[in-house]
Structures are given as C-alpha cells and as structure tokens.
C-alpha cells in the first residue's frame, strides 16, 4: 500500500476561496474556526484532501455547500439549517447532498470514513474518466492529422514521380 498523500487541486483552490472571503489574509483563524491546526490546514490550501470530518465542519461552520466545496458544482454557500433551501437545483441530488451533510455531522466515525473513501474514489474515477475523454479527443485529433499528412505525402510522391517522368522523357 502506498503512503504517498492523495491530492487534489481543486478542493485547495476552493478553500483558498473561502479563506479569502471568510477570513481574508489570515488561514489561521479561518483553520482555527474549522478546528484545524494551521500547519495541517496549509496542507489542505496546498493540496492535500481533507477527511470527510473537517469537509463536515467547513461546510456547517460556514454555510458551504459539500457539493461546491468537493466538486465546484454551484451554489457556493447554503442558507442555515432550518432555513428554506436547496442545496441543488435537483431534489434527488439536494437530498443526497443533505443525507452527506448528517453523516459527516454524526459523530459515526464508520459512517464518515465510508462515506469519505467513497466521495474520494469517485471523484478520482471522474477526474481519471475525464483525462481519459481528453486524451480520446487528442487521439482524435492525431488520427486526422496523420491522414492529412498521409495524403500530402501521397501527393508529393505523385509529383515527384511526374517530374521524374518528364525528366526521363525529355
């Protein structure tokens, strides 16, 4: 088993965002109003996934929104519990999300571990499906190119061999 840390950009480019609307230039406090230490929470701004517990406290302490915080998936920010609101346009995926909201808040360290590794497999498949699209596009992309130059290459050689053959005739 590898002890090398899992990491992932977008999740520290959205906690840097917090923290310059929460708290702006101090990581500290914003760490500290979470319950986090600073050397920990640095971490997490430069990458590292925080576990599915300080993802819980983020989005309780400070009205965010786990589906924005995990995915980048608007909007950024809930209204407070007993509020009306929607945590996604989608019922389903709002009732999923408010589900996700309990188990982080549970204080079930099972429940939160499972629901963790789950949250963070399935956004490695995403990212890994979506390099793999890409890398399909640029495939693409190369084929038709290669043809392109197939065909001028076959174009050359024709010429070629017609200026040949005017040189021989002459």
Avoid at 22 to 33: D, L, Q, V
Avoid at 128 to 154: G, T
């Amino acid at each position: 088993m590898s002890t090398k840390k899992q990491t992932y950009v977008g999740i520290s480019e959205r906690l840097n965002q917090l923290v310059d609307e929460i708290s702006p230039g101090s990581a500290k406090k914003f760490a500290t109003s979470v319950g986090v230490g600073s050397v920990t929470f640095y971490n997490y701004l430069k990458g590292r996934i925080p576990p599915a517990d300080v993802l819980g406290n983020i989005c309780e302490k400070h009205n965010v929104n786990l589906n924005w915080l995990v995915l980048g998936i608007e909007p950024k920010y809930i209204t407070p519990q007993g509020e009306a609101h929607a945590l996604d346009p989608d019922p389903e995926i709002a009732g999923l999300m408010e589900g996700a909201r309990r188990v982080l808040t549970s204080g079930n360290p099972i429940a939160f571990d499972a629901l963790e590794r789950n949250i963070r497999y399935f956004d490695h498949a995403i990212n890994a499906e979506k390099q793999l699209n890409e890398m399909k596009d640029d495939m693409e992309f190369i084929k038709k190119e290669f043809a392109k130059l197939k065909i001028e290459n076959q174009r050359l050689d024709e010429e070629e061999e017609a200026q040949s053959s005017d040189e021989k005739a002459a």
